[in-house]
Each structure stands twice: as structure tokens, then as C-alpha cells.
């Protein structure tokens, strides 16, 4: 054995003395591994987003995207061939979601299928789907979080990680261009990526080329960071009609909402608060149990939007599992095995997901793990040929050591 320099001793064991391990806030894996929430919260840069910020190429963060940017011709050129055809609705009322000029002069007959009037799913256009507010197995439920990525959301994912639990996540543009690594995590974990607009505004109060902005540039955002194209979209506070609906079927985009609404995301508010959250979920949990879900699934809105949701859907999760015969993403439970625009990544079919997931087994599943695998058969399961399953992507991205070779990877193993 060679005998190492005294002073790299002295150095490694003042290393060692001190806890420095560096935090490696450079790549997902060494960001996936920050434990300590205000540490995972401390800004960083992320070299390709910053180019592309200096570049022009985005709205500015959580400023409403109304306008296309003046020099996005591609964006420009989409958008002219989609708004002659959007159908003649007007802009509702404010983008903070003020109706109250709107809705005294709206018909009741709710021409447009406004969610917000009437919680309308079935679009009275002529060639749009209906929205998906529940999942087509029986006694499954379509399980999702909005607003992230969340920059403290490790402990979260982690619990998920280590249950073999996946979901599907909608994420916010401007918070994945504030967290690039933690939305990184979300794909290379074996989640669903769905878009929750770029500054989280209501949607219809938008022109049309706002709409297509607060889509475009989130979807370009997810693009650049991930690598991935979404195919869903969930409206802010479900704020979506036919005009709003038009614009996101032309760019590609399954408008998703839910039935049930846990309220995470109002604590505090209202008269909201912790309690009339757990009475939520339980009367989730008491549908299940009466029958209702024995010819459907359910999808219920949660939040990875801060400290308590998170901790809502840890609390509520063992429940869930218990009632539920499966809890899956929304994709897999549609039997969407393509979830993006780019075909060389596929989610499990039900079957496949459900064959090694059932809801009873997550919960047991924390004994699977103790040998330390990550992301397990979840994320195995996550690709057919295995190129683009979340193991191979976490091994792949963890052995790139420079920040350029691991985007350029991703990038160049979906784009082509
Ligand atoms: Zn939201």
C-alpha cells in the first residue's frame, strides 16, 4: 500500500472532522442527495439554463408570458398556423381570477365549458376530448402533485423513491427554470411530467397568445432541463374553457383536472386548515370504501407546493394505499405507455406498473430497499428497451462528472 503525503492525510481528516462533504449542486444525483431543506433551497446555477436565459429565449421568471418573445420565430410561426382556427371566445375576466364583471353576463347554459362556472369536463366544441378529471381503471387512483418542482421536495421524493411509488407531477415553467436539478429528478426518478402553465395565472383571462405562451414556454423550459416534451397539462385552479382547451390540443397537450380536491394548497386560508384537509382525504378514502370507484378511478388534487403538502401526502399516503387496489401516475393508468412527444422514453402499461405495484406492496416495499437501490423496479419497469428507464438514467447521468456532457446526454438521447 503507498504511503500517502502527510498533508493529504491532515487534509482528509480535517475533511472528515468538519462533515464538509461537499454538496454537489452541479448535477440531480449530488442535488437529489442535499437533505438539509434550506440548503436545497439556496440558489444555484445551472449553466444551461443560464445561457438560455442570457440567450432571450424565455419570459422572464413568474412574470406573466402574455406576448410570444419578439425574436421566437418558431413560437411566432406555430402560433400564426393555431390562431386562425381558435374558436370566437373571449377573454374571462382577471388573470388573478377576478369573474365578477364576467360571469352576471355569462348564459347558464355555459356555452363555453368553463371549469370554473360549473366544473364543465365535456367541451361543447366539436373535435376536443373530454378532460380527464378521473382514470379509466376501477379502483385505482391517478395520483398527482402541481406546483413544483418544489426546491425542498427530497424528502418527499425520497419517501416516494423507497415505496416504488410513482405520479404524476405538473410542473410549473418558472420553477423549473428556478430548479432545474429537482425537476431533472422527477424523470430521472420514473415520474410523469405534465405542464402547470408558466406563471400559474388563470388561463382563460389570457389572449390567445398569452395561452400560448404560458404553455409554449413552459414546455420548452421542461424541454431544455429534462429533455422530455410533455403531452398533459393541468389548468391553474382548473381554470380552462373551449378557447383555452383549442390552444393546448394544437400544441399537443391532455388537458387533466380531478373530482376530488384535498384543499392542500388553501390551508390558511378561508377557513381552511390542516383538519379539513385529513377530512378530504378521508372522504376520499369513504368513497372508495362505499363502492364509488368500483367502475372508475379517482384523481384528487395535491400539491408539492410546500412543507405541509408534502407532508399531507406522506401522512395520507398509508391510507390511501390501504383503500385504493392501486395507486399509479395518470399515464399509467390511461395505458399511455408514450408520455412524451419524443418516442424513446415509455411509461409501464397498467398491467406492467400494477404487476409489480400494487398499492398493499408499496407499502411493504420499504423492505426492498434496504440494500440501498434507488429507484428500483419502478423505474426498471419504466422503459421497455431499458435505454431511457430511470436506473440507466440516474447511472448515466451520475457518471457524467461535466454539467455540459450530462445535459447534452439527455438532450441528444430524446431529441433524436
Ligand atoms: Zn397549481
Not at 491532515?10 to 444525483?29: F, I, K, P, S
Not at 370507484?293 to 401522512?315: V, W
Request: glycine letters at 6%.
Amino acid at each position: 500500500m503507498l504511503a500517502a503525503p502527510l498533508s493529504t492525510v491532515l487534509h482528509l481528516c480535517l475533511l472528515l472532522a468538519t462533515g464538509a462533504h461537499a454538496q454537489d449542486r452541479t448535477t440531480e444525483q449530488g442535488e437529489a442527495a442535499v437533505t438539509n431543506p434550506s440548503a436545497e433551497c439556496t440558489p444555484y446555477s445551472y449553466p444551461p439554463v443560464a445561457a438560455a436565459v442570457a440567450a432571450g429565449q424565455f419570459p422572464p421568471i413568474w412574470t406573466n408570458a402574455s406576448k410570444l418573445l419578439p425574436n421566437d420565430t418558431e413560437a411566432r410561426a406555430k402560433f400564426l398556423v393555431i390562431n386562425g382556427s381558435v374558436p370566437a371566445i373571449s377573454p374571462k375576466g382577471t388573470l388573478s381570477g377576478d369573474f365578477s364583471n364576467f360571469t352576471p353576463s355569462y348564459p347558464p347554459s355555459d356555452p363555453d365549458c368553463w371549469w370554473t362556472y360549473h366544473q364543465c369536463v365535456n367541451p361543447k366544441l366539436n373535435g376536443l376530448s373530454a378532460d380527464v378529471a378521473s382514470v379509466p381503471e376501477p379502483r385505482t387512483l391517478g395520483y398527482g402533485f402541481d406546483d413544483g418542482p418544489n426546491c425542498s421536495h427530497n424528502a418527499f421524493y425520497d419517501y416516494l423513491r423507497d415505496r416504488k411509488q410513482l405520479a404524476t407531477m405538473f410542473y410549473i415553467g418558472s420553477n423549473v427554470l428556478d430548479w432545474p436539478l429537482e425537476a431533472q429528478r422527477a424523470v430521472v426518478d420514473g415520474h410523469e411530467i405534465c405542464v402547470h402553465t408558466w406563471s400559474h395565472n388563470y388561463m382563460t383571462a389570457f389572449s390567445n397568445e398569452g395561452v400560448f405562451a404560458e404553455l409554449w414556454y413552459s414546455m420548452k423550459a421542461i424541454k431544455l432541463v429534462t429533455g422530455v416534451t410533455p403531452r398533459c397539462w393541468r389548468p391553474p385552479f382548473g381554470d380552462v374553457d373551449d378557447r383555452v382547451r383549442y390552444i393546448a390540443a394544437q400544441l399537443g397537450l391532455e388537458t387533466v383536472l380531478w373530482k376530488y380536491d384535498s384543499f392542500d394548497w388553501k390551508v390558511g386560508t378561508a377557513g381552511v386548515t390542516q383538519d379539513t384537509v385529513a377530512e378530504n382525504y378521508k372522504a376520499l378514502i369513504d368513497d372508495v370504501k362505499a363502492g364509488v370507484f368500483n367502475a372508475i378511478g379517482a384523481i384528487m388534487l395535491t400539491h408539492e407546493l410546500n412543507a405541509f403538502t408534502m407532508q399531507a401526502a406522506i401522512d395520507n399516503y398509508p391510507q390511501l394505499a390501504k383503500a385504493f387496489n392501486h395507486i399509479v401516475p395518470i399515464a399509467v393508468a390511461q395505458n399511455r405507455s408514450q408520455p412524451y412527444a419524443e418516442s424513446n422514453y415509455t411509461m409501464p402499461s397498467f398491467e406492467q406498473y400494477t404487476a409489480n405495484h400494487s398499492a398493499a406492496t408499496s407499502l411493504n416495499g420499504l423492505n426492498d430497499t434496504s440494500n440501498g437501490v434507488g429507484s428500483g423496479k419502478a423505474a426498471q419497469a419504466s422503459s421497455s428497451n431499458g435505454a431511457s428507464s430511470g436506473a440507466v438514467q440516474r447511472r448515466l447521468l451520475g457518471s457524467r462528472s461535466a454539467l455540459g456532457s450530462v445535459v447534452g446526454w439527455v438532450v441528444a438521447s430524446w431529441l433524436m
